[in-house]
Every structure is written in C-alpha cells, then in structure tokens.
C-alpha cells in the first residue's frame, strides 16, 4: 500500500530546489488545496498561489484565466494544478511548455458526469469531449496525484495515465476543528443510541440506503438517527416524516464537530452499489471521523481496505447497497456499546 509518507518522500523530491506555481480553481481554503499548498511551502524554493475566495465557480475561474494569459511565467519551472486540472491545463498547455507540470486529478469529468450522476449517455457528444478532455489533461502532466489506489488504476485502465506518474495523497480532516473530545450531558438525547451521518446527498454516497434503514428501523426506540444536509431529492423526501430520524440543515464545520462528538455511532459510506466510483473512493467524512476518534461504519469495497482496517472497535464494514445489512451492523455496535458500557 502507498501511504502518505511514501507520497511526501517523492513529491518533496520532486519540488525541492523548484519555484512553484499553484494553480486552483476551488475556493482556497478547500481541505485539498490547503494540503497540498503546505507541502509546496515547505518543499520548494519558492512558491506563488494562484486561487481566489469568491463563492461563485466561475468568476474564481474568470480571474484565474485573465491572471494566467497575461502573466510572464519566465520565474517558474514547476506548475502545480490542484483541484480540476482539466479546466487549466488543455487551455494552457502551450504556456506551460518546457515546465515541469503537476496535476491532482481529483475526479474525471467524464466518470462524474457520465457513470456517477448520469447527466449524459456514454454515447452523447458531450460524453466523448469531456472524455477526450480528461485524457488531454492526463496526458499533458508529468506527476499525477490522486486520491486512492483504486482510482489510480481506474484512470490507467480508463483514461490511459502512466502508472509510474500516480501519486496517491490520501485526505486528511482539519485537526484544528475534528479533533476527539469528551462530550458532559448524554442526558440530553434521552440516552439513545444516536447514529449520526452527514453530507451533500449524493447518489454515490447511498443515503437512499441509510433511510431505507432508518424506515426499517422504527420500531426500535432505543436508536435514533441524525442526517445533516439536504434532503432536497423527491425520492428522499418521504423519509421526513419517519420518527426516529431528525433531518438537520448544513451547519458550520465547528457545530458539526459538536454534533459528531456526541453521536455514539457514525455512518461514513460509501453504500451505493450501483455507481462504480463508490468502491474507487474513501468518503471525505470517514477522515472525519476517525480524527475525531469515532466508531463509523464504511462501505465494503477496495478503497476503503486501503486505510482502514476492520476490527471490532472502530471500523466496522457492511455490504453496499444493503439496508439489511446496515441495520445489523448498527445494532450489533450497539449491542458492544452496551456491554462495554
């Protein structure tokens, strides 16, 4: 397995010596930008960061272009393209000739927008652009970095990416935020079992499954459920109405935090198994959880086996797509819970 100092030996001798430029179209506070512009400031000579805060996409993308057309990159020998390589390195390629480029390619536009959410057919005009995009922006860097294993292969069999170019840089939470803590008062939730998930609702992410759980277990009132995010689906909102679930809006990471501490159990998925890039990837809140030191259960699949090892006290792996299963995994670290007091 490659882990995270087997990634910081290569990369730190890749940009030792270098003068960096860090290109990103994602707000620059964005977790992964903020991992990655801390190991170029630390390892390169220099580093100048290109990347803006304003909350709308495309005018972060709009100074981002004016920025690059009419810059002089004479005092850089290293270009650094964070998150959505593709929307930089096709349109500059030719201004970046003779630098040494590298890319996080954190998702393909293809498999995002044609296998997970399904906006397009595989045949559709947009599909093979945005195809042929993913494979130019591929093609063009010298270091590919990406977030696990099994994606890596995913875009060596898919898009065609030099194996000797991959870089897996696992995520990592914000430790000044998701850090464990010990929580007075459990009094205040009737000393139920309390099953917190959270995130943006996502197909891959299998939140059908989580309700459909939830729907099956009603009738057990000793748990109780907390989902936040948005519940905005039309298939998701029948759910609302269960009574063992409370449907919380989006919080700020600290109130999340708050929330994660006092829940006994966490979700982390992915438990989709109809979406191939569910078994490729590790949930950004399983980082979460286990800063925080919390028991979560993970999707089954090839990724997830990549951090985290199952044992009986933290990790607990169930089968995707299976709300079934889900229930007897809940209930059987329940059951642990109560024994160990």
């Known amino acids: 397995m490659m882990n995270n100092n087997f990634f910081n030996d290569k990369m730190t001798r890749v940009l030792v010596g270098k003068k960096v430029l860090f290109i990103t179209t994602k707000n620059i506070d964005?977790?992964?930008?903020?991992q990655e512009i801390d190991l170029v400031q630390k390892s390169a000579q220099s580093a100048k960061i290109i990347g803006y805060k304003d909350k709308s996409y495309v005018i972060r993308l709009l100074?981002?272009?004016?920025?690059?057309?009419?810059?002089?990159?004479?005092d850089y020998n290293l270009i650094f393209v964070g998150f959505a390589?593709?929307?930089?390195?096709?349109?500059?390629?030719?201004?970046?000739?003779?630098?040494?480029?590298?890319?996080?390619?954190?998702?393909?536009i293809y498999d995002t927008f044609v296998c997970d959410r399904k906006k397009f057919k595989a045949t559709s005009l947009f599909a093979k652009l945005f195809l042929h995009i993913d494979k130019i922006t591929i093609k063009v860097a010298d270091e590919i970095i990406v977030d696990t294993l099994a994606q890596g292969s995913y875009f060596v069999d898919c898009l065609g990416a030099d194996s000797s170019k991959i870089n897996v840089l696992y995520l990592k939470a914000d430790i000044s935020i998701y850090y464990p803590r010990i929580i007075p008062n459990k009094e205040q939730l009737n000393k139920k079992f309390v099953v917190l998930y959270f995130g943006t609702i996502l197909p891959l992410q299998g939140v059908d499954v989580i309700l459909q759980?939830?729907?099956?277990?009603?009738?057990?009132?000793?748990?109780?459920?907390?989902?936040?995010?948005?519940?905005?689906?039309?298939?998701?909102?029948?759910y609302e109405q269960?009574?063992?679930?409370?449907f919380i809006p989006w919080l700020s990471q600290n109130s999340l935090a708050e929330k994660i501490a006092k829940a006994d159990l966490c979700l982390?998925?992915?438990?989709?198994?109809?979406?191939?890039?569910?078994s490729r990837t590790i949930p950004g809140k399983a980082?979460?959880?286990d800063s925080m030191e919390?028991?979560?259960?993970?999707?089954?699949?090839?990724?997830?086996?990549?951090?985290?090892?199952?044992?009986?006290?933290k990790y607990y792996y169930v089968e995707m797509g299976n709300p079934n299963k889900l229930k007897e995994k809940i209930l059987h670290v329940m059951e642990k819970s109560i024994l160990n007091g």
Request: proline share 5%; glycine share 4%.
């Open 242 to 246: 269960l009574k063992n679930v409370k």
């Open 287 to 289: 980082y979460i959880y």
């Open 63 to 74: 100074k981002i272009y004016i920025k690059l057309f009419f810059m002089s990159l004479e």
């Open 30 to 34: 964005y977790i992964r930008n903020s």
């Open 213 to 238: 759980c939830i729907k099956n277990m009603e009738n057990i009132p000793s748990v109780t459920f907390q989902i936040i995010g948005p519940i905005k689906n039309k298939d998701l909102k029948k």
């Open 268 to 278: 982390a998925g992915h438990f989709n198994n109809n979406i191939a890039k569910a």
């Open 294 to 313: 919390k028991p979560m259960i993970l999707g089954d699949n090839t990724a997830n086996h990549e951090l985290f090892h199952e044992d009986d006290n």
């Open 85 to 108: 390589p593709q929307l930089i390195l096709p349109l500059f390629r030719n201004k970046f000739k003779g630098k040494l480029i590298v890319e996080d390619f954190f998702i393909s």
